[in-house]
């Protein structure tokens, strides 16, 4: 699917991730994650800036009270735009030191989904868990060593996670009260053999798009799973892509650096932007994350 790509703010990320679409405030939030940034870009004005996180920063949602919830390195915070301060809420039990928060979305309850890995990349540290009125409880897969998602459909009865290593897609089924066992949505692999699944949503019609890690484009998936669109973008480390705009339907992705080199940098000099295409099909409001 060829779409007019256009590189919206140059934010020049090692590892941007985490992009989601503000509908009360009209803007994108999004994160660096290694320079532990969380940026803002108001797509109406073009006004943009970056507020220093006290630590690696992998996701900030907009929660009840009108401030962010974000996941940092050790555990849980809130965040105020108007003062710019983060508060510590609480650490993730059981998590290893080396391990950090990675990313997230919220169902349609508002209660957060989101994974650990291990920061280094390499150990099978990582799981997924839940966020609910105040409580983390285990919730999917484990045993992973780079999680993605959770993404959720907007009837909330699917769930899916990423298992980015083993370039495997996997969906749950999901109600109010609890999720169930998780089994093999999508394997990459098999349509793009060299790249690797990174952040998905999920859009109006129940496809899931997911950026692709070393594969230069976003992709769509059907619900059953099978391939029926790519995006190509300007850039090779394509992470995280979210719906947004007043009618849900520019989309929105955030690119990586971190592992480009110099040849790789002159060859895709717009690779840590964050792009965005008018997307063929709508996406819907994300819920905000309830807090208590």
Not at 127 to 138: A, Q, T
Not at 268 to 282: E, N, Y
Request: glycine letters at 12%; aromatic letters at 10%.
């Amino acid at each position: 699917m060829s779409l007019p790509v256009t590189a919206v703010l140059a934010a020049d990320t090692l590892l941007g991730e985490g992009v989601l679409w503000d509908a009360e405030r009209a803007i994108v939030w999004f994160v660096d994650i290694k320079r532990k940034r969380l940026w803002h870009l108001d797509p109406a004005t073009g006004s943009n800036g970056f507020t220093e996180a006290p630590e690696q920063i992998g996701w900030a949602i907009p929660a009840e009270g009108g401030g962010l919830l974000c996941g940092l390195k050790d555990g849980l915070y809130l965040f105020a735009p108007e003062s710019q301060a983060f508060t510590k809420l609480c650490v993730v039990p059981g998590e290893p030191a080396t391990n950090r928060l990675n990313d997230a979305c919220t169902d349609p309850w508002g209660r957060v989904w989101f994974g650990s890995m291990d920061d280094a990349e390499g150990a099978a540290s990582g799981r997924f868990y839940v966020f609910d009125r105040g409580e983390i409880r285990p919730a999917g897969p484990s045993g992973i060593a780079i999680t993605n998602g959770p993404a959720v459909n907007a009837q909330g009865d699917r769930i899916y996670f990423t298992d980015t290593i083993a370039q495997k897609i996997m969906v749950a089924d999901l109600s109010s009260a609890g999720v169930g066992e998780a089994r093999l949505f999508a394997d990459t692999a098999a349509h793009f053999p060299t790249a690797y699944p990174d952040g998905p949503v999920v859009d109006a019609e129940d496809h899931v798009w997911t950026g692709l890690y070393l594969g230069g484009c976003v992709a769509r998936f059907a619900p059953d799973g099978k391939l029926v669109a790519t995006v190509p973008m300007p850039a090779r480390d394509i992470t995280k892509m979210a719906f947004g705009g007043t009618d849900c339907k520019t989309g929105f992705v955030t690119s990586a650096t971190k592992n480009m080199s110099q040849q790789d940098m002159a060859e895709r000099p717009l690779a840590g932007s964050l792009f965005a295409f008018a997307a063929p099909v709508a996406g819907f409001a994300q819920t905000r994350a309830r807090l208590g």
